[in-house]
C-alpha cells in the first residue's frame, strides 16, 4: 500500500509533472526546467548546484545519529530531464506549449516524482543518516548528461544508485525490477570513404567511394550472421549513405552513418572492432582509404543483482509481489543512467503507466500520443523514498 507520506504528494506530483510536459525543453537546453527544480528545492531547504548548464545536483544529508565507526552510506538517486525534438499531438489540456518540442518519453514524469521524493526525504532528515544525492540529469536522449555527473566525480562515495523509467508496455501498479542486461550499449559510427574521381564512361581511372561504400555495408552485416553467437543479441545498422556530386562522375567520397547495440562490454568491444577492420579493409581491397569514427553515447544497461534484491525487498512492503516483474525482456533502446551502473552497484526500474482505460498510456514512447498514468508516479515515487531510507539505515548491512 502506498504510504500516507506519500499520498499527501499526489496533486503537487500531478502539478509539476503537468507543469514540465507543457513546457518541454531539448537535451542540453533545459534552462527552465533547471531553473524551476531549483526553486523547488530551495523552497524545501536543500541546497543544490548546477552540473554542466542544466544538471542540477542537490543533497540531503540525514541528522539521525550513526553508530560509532558505521561507514557513512550514500545513496544516489536520479531523474532525467530532458524533452524530444518532436510535435505534441495530444489534446489534454497540459498539451506542449512549446512548438516542435514534447515530452514524449516520460521524463515530465520522472522529474516530478524526483522532487516529490527529495520534499519528503528531507521531511524524514531526522530518522536517517549518511547522505541523499539527487541528480536531475540533462540530456539523455542524447547520452550526454550522465557522464558530466560522472567526470565531476559525483558517483565517486556513492555505494548505490537507483533510478526509475515509465513504461507503456507494463500496466499500472507494477514495476519491473530485472536482474541483468536491460538495456543496450549504443554507439555511433562514421564511415568516410576516400576514392578518386573520374568520368563514368573510364571507371578504371577512378576509386568509385560509392561503390566501396555499398560494399562495405554488406559486409557489415556479417558482424551479426558469421560473426556473432546466435545466442548474443547484436545490431549493426547503417541508417545513412551519402556520396557523388552528379550522376556522370565515379564518386570520391562516401559517408555513411550508423549505430552498433550490444549488451555485455566484451561483445561491444569485439563489433566496434569488427566495423573497423571491415571498413578500413573493404576500402583497401579497392586501392581506397576508410575512415572510422566512433562516438560512445552509452554503456550496456546491466542491473545489479544485489541491489535488485534489496529494491524488491523494499517494494514488497508497498505493492503485492505479483506486482514485481523479475523477467522483463530486454530493450535495444539505450539510457545513459548504464554510465552509473558502471561505476557503482544500483538499479534501474521500469514502471507500468498503461492504465487501460487512456488509450495514450499504451502509446510507444518517442510517439506524440505518448501519455502517462499520472496515479503510477506514487508507486515511482515511494520506492524511490522507501529504498532511500532503507539503504541509509543499514538494513541490508
Same mark, same amino acid.
Given at each position: $500500500?502506498?504510504?500516507?507520506?506519500?499520498?499527501?504528494?499526489?496533486?503537487?506530483?500531478?502539478?509539476?509533472?503537468? &507543469?514540465?510536459?507543457? =513546457?518541454?525543453?531539448?537535451?542540453? =537546453?533545459?534552462?527552465?526546467?533547471?531553473?524551476?527544480?531549483? /526553486? @523547488?528545492?530551495?523552497?524545501?531547504?536543500?541546497?543544490?548546484?548546477?552540473?554542466? @548548464?542544466?544538471?542540477?545536483?542537490?543533497?540531503?544529508?540525514?541528522?539521525?545519529?550513526?553508530?560509532?565507526?558505521?561507514?557513512?552510506?550514500? +545513496?544516489?538517486?536520479?531523474?532525467?530531464?530532458?524533452?524530444?525534438? $518532436?510535435?505534441?499531438?495530444?489534446?489534454?489540456? &497540459?498539451?506542449?506549449?512549446?512548438?516542435?518540442?514534447?515530452?514524449?518519453?516520460?521524463?515530465?514524469?520522472?522529474?516530478?516524482?524526483?522532487? %516529490?521524493?527529495?520534499?519528503?526525504?528531507?521531511?524524514?532528515?531526522?530518522?536517517?543518516?549518511?547522505?541523499?544525492?539527487?541528480?536531475?540529469?540533462?540530456?539523455? @536522449? +542524447?547520452?550526454?548528461?550522465?557522464?558530466?555527473?560522472?567526470?565531476?566525480?559525483?558517483?565517486?562515495? #556513492?555505494?548505490?544508485? &537507483?533510478? !526509475?523509467?515509465?513504461?507503456?508496455?507494463?500496466?499500472?501498479?507494477?514495476?519491473?525490477?530485472? *536482474?541483468?542486461? $536491460?538495456?543496450?550499449?549504443?554507439?555511433?559510427?562514421?564511415?568516410?570513404?576516400?576514392?578518386?574521381?573520374? =568520368?563514368?564512361?573510364?571507371?578504371?581511372?577512378?576509386?568509385?567511394?560509392?561503390?566501396?561504400?555499398?560494399?562495405?555495408?554488406?559486409?557489415?552485416?556479417?558482424?551479426?550472421?558469421?560473426?556473432?553467437?546466435?545466442?548474443?543479441?547484436?545490431?549493426?545498422? #547503417?541508417?545513412?549513405? /551519402? %556520396?557523388?556530386?552528379?550522376?556522370?562522375?565515379? !564518386?570520391?567520397?562516401?559517408?555513411?552513418?550508423?549505430?552498433?547495440?550490444?549488451?555485455?562490454?566484451?561483445?561491444?568491444?569485439?563489433?566496434?572492432?569488427?566495423?573497423?577492420?571491415?571498413?578500413?579493409?573493404?576500402?583497401?581491397?579497392?586501392?581506397?582509404?576508410?575512415?572510422?569514427?566512433?562516438?560512445?553515447?552509452? !554503456?550496456?544497461?546491466?542491473?545489479?543483482?544485489?541491489?535488485?534484491?534489496?529494491?524488491?525487498?523494499?517494494?514488497?512492503?508497498?505493492?503485492?509481489?505479483?506486482?514485481?516483474?523479475?523477467?522483463?525482456?530486454?530493450?535495444?533502446?539505450?539510457?545513459?543512467?548504464?554510465?552509473?551502473?558502471?561505476?557503482? *552497484?544500483?538499479?534501474?526500474?521500469?514502471?507500468?503507466?498503461?492504465?487501460? #482505460?487512456?488509450?495514450?498510456?499504451?502509446?510507444?514512447? =518517442?510517439?506524440?500520443?505518448?501519455? +502517462?498514468?499520472?496515479?503510477?508516479?506514487?508507486?515511482?515515487?515511494? #520506492?524511490?523514498?522507501? &529504498?532511500?531510507?532503507?539503504?541509509?539505515?543499514?538494513?541490508?548491512?
Amino acid at each position: $500500500m502506498i504510504k500516507d507520506y506519500i499520498e499527501k504528494e499526489r496533486d503537487y506530483i500531478r502539478e509539476k509533472r503537468r &507543469y514540465f510536459h507543457m =513546457h518541454p525543453e531539448t537535451s542540453l =537546453h533545459e534552462f527552465n526546467t533547471a531553473r524551476v527544480i531549483e /526553486e @523547488e528545492l530551495s523552497s524545501f531547504g536543500i541546497p543544490h548546484e548546477r552540473v554542466g @548548464e542544466t544538471g542540477i545536483y542537490a543533497v540531503i544529508d540525514g541528522k539521525k545519529a550513526a553508530e560509532k565507526d558505521e561507514k557513512k552510506r550514500i +545513496i544516489a538517486l536520479r531523474a532525467d530531464i530532458d524533452a524530444l525534438p $518532436m510535435d505534441d499531438l495530444k489534446t489534454c489540456e &497540459y498539451h506542449s506549449q512549446n512548438k516542435g518540442v514534447c515530452h514524449a518519453c516520460g521524463h515530465d514524469g520522472h522529474t516530478a516524482t524526483l522532487l %516529490a521524493a527529495a520534499k519528503v526525504l528531507k521531511e524524514k532528515e531526522n530518522e536517517f543518516s549518511g547522505r541523499v544525492k539527487l541528480f536531475f540529469q540533462q540530456a539523455e @536522449e +542524447i547520452g550526454a548528461g550522465a557522464r558530466l555527473f560522472v567526470k565531476a566525480g559525483l558517483l565517486d562515495d #556513492v555505494q548505490r544508485v &537507483y533510478g !526509475a523509467h515509465v513504461c507503456p508496455k507494463l500496466k499500472a501498479g507494477t514495476i519491473s525490477l530485472t *536482474k541483468g542486461p $536491460m538495456n543496450a550499449s549504443c554507439d555511433y559510427f562514421k564511415i568516410t570513404i576516400k576514392g578518386k574521381g573520374a =568520368h563514368v564512361s573510364t571507371p578504371e581511372l577512378g576509386k568509385d567511394a560509392l561503390y566501396i561504400a555499398s560494399q562495405t555495408v554488406n559486409a557489415l552485416q556479417s558482424i551479426v550472421s558469421r560473426g556473432t553467437s546466435p545466442l548474443d543479441t547484436v545490431v549493426v545498422g #547503417v541508417g545513412r549513405l /551519402e %556520396a557523388g556530386t552528379a550522376y556522370n562522375i565515379v !564518386a570520391e567520397d562516401a559517408v555513411m552513418e550508423g549505430t552498433t547495440r550490444t549488451f555485455t562490454p566484451e561483445i561491444r568491444e569485439k563489433t566496434n572492432r569488427r566495423v573497423i577492420e571491415i571498413a578500413e579493409n573493404t576500402a583497401a581491397m579497392y586501392g581506397a582509404e576508410a575512415l572510422v569514427e566512433f562516438k560512445d553515447f552509452a !554503456a550496456p544497461l546491466i542491473n545489479d543483482g544485489g541491489a535488485v534484491d534489496e529494491v524488491t525487498k523494499v517494494t514488497e512492503r508497498i505493492i503485492p509481489s505479483e506486482c514485481i516483474i523479475h523477467d522483463q525482456q530486454k530493450a535495444l533502446g539505450a539510457d545513459d543512467f548504464a554510465d552509473y551502473l558502471a561505476v557503482t *552497484k544500483g538499479m534501474y526500474a521500469f514502471l507500468g503507466t498503461n492504465n487501460g #482505460v487512456n488509450p495514450d498510456t499504451a502509446v510507444a514512447q =518517442h510517439n506524440g500520443h505518448f501519455d +502517462i498514468d499520472e496515479e503510477s508516479l506514487l508507486l515511482s515515487c515511494n #520506492v524511490y523514498v522507501d &529504498y532511500a531510507l532503507s539503504y541509509l539505515n543499514g538494513e541490508f548491512d
